[in-house]
């Protein structure tokens, strides 16, 4: 049965998302964001959890895109966006935990990106946050398996929401990066989330569930070439490709 879930990062977005979703499947929903509770410091977070309680689920959606090439980065801003992304996610992890060991059941589903597994120019912390995340959470998939614990993570492509929409520069971007992939809304998220918290899931746990539509799929390269265009039904560039081997 649904009981107390916290959600952080439900302030907007996917987190939000996420929080009305489960609050339709009946769980009882505590959303954490900045408002509530600053979740890169321990002290606030554990004075947080004091006062929820025991949670069946944990869903961390807080964190931060942002980054430059690493010879740009300070390492002010490496531990501002690891912080975000991977200390907030633990220190709520860590509050959360005895509160499921003392009840011998409970779900962890941390919100990773595709970034920590395909890469982008630009965003060496982020990269690195996400895919220690995905890390951090296989590794509490097998320290609390034996006290009913599920922990995984879901990392989505490029979901539609104000964040993201802030970087789309030219609405043509929209329309190319149709071409390999679904664009996701944060809704796409928030089903595989209800899923992953249901006991329709138990044997989920220890991996990592990949919401891009097929984009990781796609070796971009044949994205420039007419015959792969052709056969995915895509239609030709306006510049010239490079020629196909023969």
């Known amino acids: 049965m649904p009981d107390r879930a916290v959600v952080t990062g439900a302030a907007g977005g996917i987190g939000s998302a996420v929080a009305q979703r489960l609050r339709a499947d009946g769980w009882d929903v505590v959303g954490l964001d900045r408002a509530e509770a600053d979740l890169t410091d321990e002290a606030a977070v554990a004075t947080a959890f004091r006062a929820i309680g025991t949670v069946g689920a944990l869903v961390t959606c807080a964190g931060v895109t942002a980054g430059a090439p690493a010879h740009e980065t300070t390492v002010e801003d490496w531990h501002a966006i690891i912080d975000a992304n991977l200390t907030s996610a633990f220190l709520c992890a860590k509050h959360a935990l005895p509160g499921m060991l003392a009840a011998g059941r409970g779900v962890i589903v941390t919100i990773g990106s595709v970034h920590g597994r395909v890469f982008a120019p630009g965003y060496p912390a982020y990269a ?23 922990a995984l993570t879901i990392s989505p492509g490029w979901v539609r929401t104000p964040d993201t929409l802030t970087r789309v520069e030219d609405p043509a971007d929209l329309t190319r990066l149709a071409e390999t992939q679904r664009p ?10 209800a899923f992953a918290v249901s ?9 990592e569930i990949v919401l891009d539509g097929g984009a990781s799929a796609v070796q971009p390269a044949a994205l420039l070439r007419p015959g792969p265009r052709a056969r995915l039904g895509l239609p030709p560039l306006t510049e010239a490709p490079p020629s196909e081997e023969s």
């Open 128 to 150: 690195a946050a996400k895919a220690g995340l995905a890390a951090f959470t296989r590794q509490l998939a097998v320290d609390y398996g034996h006290h009913g614990i599920r």
């Open 184 to 193: 996701g809304e944060p809704a796409d998220v928030a089903a595989a989330v």
């Open 199 to 207: 006991s329709g899931a138990a044997l989920l746990t220890g991996t």
